[in-house]
């Protein structure tokens, strides 16, 4: 029997996330999932007005309210998925010294322009310029500062084959893209194979296959899995998928988190 664990997704306290925690955690215990963890959005913005305002005392009292519950049912992890920190790291340290939390995700999604890399039009953009920038923040990130796991580091791609149907040859990015995960290994940090290309029209994680491959090569064990849900319905509905690419790309175990100590666990 696979281990089936859903390491990403967001409840109504993401300002783009719709399920209450108790919901989301119905949907997993229905879906066979053994374990959770909940990973709402905050987002670090340079420019204030941007800033959403995520109500971190109730997110983290539902979390707590749902571990109880369902203990005999489902592990349920107090997460969060932190983009781009570097923009804000006061704030950053000071969520981090008020929280204990199970696990973090690092994440990059707005360079410093505010935008949403997800809002950019990339019929007028060179994607590769883009994304070689996007590897500059993540650089920036894993090097300096705090979290478990790295989010979805091919982030762009998934936006670019939306609007183009396609995407680079990530080979082309293969010598930063492992100097990346080396600076992680280093830090004792891991990545995530984020599975939601498998229902958007990618129809593959993100990172794909060679660069979960190159991260096993690196020395890599710090893997988890995600479906980076925002609707019930996928709520773990692509886990099977991601562990198969795990498992191709040689890994025996995948990690799970408590108290940000990594747990890793046989996939079978
Ligand atoms: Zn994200
Ligand atoms: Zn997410």
Redesign the pocket.
Known sequence: MMYLADY???SKY?FDGHEEIHVLCEEAIRKGLKEIAI???YDMFQDKKYSRELDLVNLYKDIARAKETYKDKLIVRAGI?VGQPQASPDEYRNFLANYELDFI?G?VHNLEDALDVGEYDFSKMDICKVYEHYLDYLIELATSYDFDVM??ITYPMRYAYNQLGSYPDMNLFKERVEALYKLLIHRGKGIEV?A?GFFQPMKRSMPDLELVKLYKECGGEIITI?C?G?YLQHIGCAVKEGLEVIKIAGFKTITTFEKRKPIFKDIE
């Open positions: 990403h997704m967001h993401s990973t709402d959005h998925e995700i994440s989010g979805h984020n939601s995600g980076d925002h």
